[in-house]
């Protein structure tokens, strides 16, 4: 293999001393260096917001002026202040939901959507609405479908063989499993629609979401009230 000049240049910087110097008085080196990195700690994992308060309890006076930040609807973090040197900062806990989302803004058959509806989300009178709505529909050659684009009204069974007009409202209001069960899950708009199948295998439904996300900012808030509420005071509290 032939010796080139670039490789002789290489083996020449590897062999050079390392020197400091100054350009436009911000310091410099003659080599590119890497910064030993301290040891940091394993960061724990939990899936609830009573982990993170049981922690932060117990292991308080061994962490470095901590804080908790809450990143998102479903995951918290507790973070050490800022690293003297480093300037970085300790990560000790970071919890996290673990759940089964609903799938909104995809269309499923009924069965399946009843399932999801009862498990999925907080019942109440509107959750109580739509299934007896879904729960009526049937595949038969009557069932019809009135759609002004806003609501839908469905001709559905009542009954064996009385047959009525069930109107849908939208948007409507869930409260669908989205955050720490600790806290109040927050509310929103849903837009219900319903519509048949193209393998002619029956009618299908779906929920799509049609708040832009605001939830996700009142559940944070909801999570931020309830650890500041089972804290020390004067916790930092991030959300």
């Known amino acids: 293999m032939p010796i080139d000049r670039s490789f002789l240049e290489k083996i020449e ?31 724990i994992a939990a899936s609830s917001l009573s982990a993170v308060v049981t922690y932060f309890i117990d292991k308080n006076s061994e962490m470095n002026e901590p804080l908790i930040h809450v990143v998102s609807p479903d995951t918290v973090t507790i973070y050490s ?4 040197d480093d300037r970085e900062r300790e990560s000790y806990l970071t919890s996290i939901l673990i759940s089964d989302p609903f799938r909104f803004g995809r269309f499923m058959d009924i069965e399946m959507f009843v399932i ?4 999925q989300f907080i019942q109440d009178e509107t959750t109580a609405a739509i299934l007896k709505v879904v729960g009526n529909l049937t595949e038969e050659a009557e069932q019809r479908v009135l759609d002004d684009g806003v609501s839908q009204t469905v001709t559905a069974k009542a009954g064996i063989a009385k047959v009525e007009n069930v109107h849908v409202p939208n ?13 109040e899950q927050p509310s929103s708009k849903f837009v219900f629609r319903m519509k048949k199948s193209r393998d002619g295998e029956g009618p299908q439904c779906a929920l799509f979401e049609a708040d832009g996300g605001a939830w996700k900012h ?5 999570i931020s009230g309830f650890l500041v509420d089972l804290l020390p005071d004067g916790v930092t509290v991030i959300a």
């Open 13 to 43: 910087e590897m062999s050079a001393d390392f020197k400091g110097m100054e350009f436009f008085n911000l310091p410099h080196t003659s080599k590119q260096v890497y910064r030993v990195r301290r040891p940091l700690s394993a960061i």
């Open 81 to 84: 202040a800022l690293g003297v």
């Open 116 to 119: 999801a509806l009862q498990s």
């Open 171 to 183: 948007p409507v209001i869930l409260r669908p499993f989205r955050t720490f069960r600790e806290v």
């Open 218 to 222: 009142v559940a944070m808030e909801r």
